[in-house]
């Protein structure tokens, strides 16, 4: 599993925390997409690296960290057949990637701390999309999608 993460100079600390918990801890293959400093970078810019990774198939699937995460959410969602979900806890984690067979995590720094960080994020790697009654469901995501980038509107 190759797993790409990127954050902004505010999610940095808790994106670097992350990667080694997944490095050493789950022997995990990590693409670090960004930033790799404390110096001020937007957020849009790596979190749409990730997004066009995950969306080209390039990864397994993706983290995105700024602030609250909402910022990065917004913006790996614009990237077509792109499914990205904000999440705080292990339930919504398991169920974006249960569910609505998300791609990408995305959470904020300034919301939850590095340990329930490591526990989201186990939770949303671990998880597989479960089909049944929720494949209608993304399939028609995957419609709204097209009627609006296949210019159908």
Do not use: W
């Amino acid at each position: 599993m190759i797993i790409g993460m990127g954050s902004d100079h505010i999610g940095y600390e808790l994106k670097e925390i992350i990667k080694r918990y997944l490095q050493e801890e789950l022997d995990l293959k990590v693409r670090d997409f960004g930033c790799y400093t404390m110096d001020e970078v937007d957020y849009p810019d790596i979190g749409a690296q990730v997004a066009e990774a995950v969306a080209k198939r390039e990864l397994d699937c993706g983290i995105l960290v700024c602030g609250t995460g909402i910022g990065m959410s917004i913006v790996a969602n614009k990237v077509p057949a792109v499914r990205a979900a904000l999440c705080h806890d292990t339930y919504s984690a398991e169920r974006a990637r249960k569910s609505n067979n998300a791609q990408i995590l995305t959470m904020g720094a300034r919301v939850i701390g590095p340990e329930l960080a490591k526990k989201i994020v186990e939770a949303f790697i671990k998880s597989e999309f479960s089909g049944g009654p929720s494949a209608r469901k993304v399939d028609k995501i995957t419609q709204i999608e097209d009627k609006y980038t296949k210019g159908h509107v």
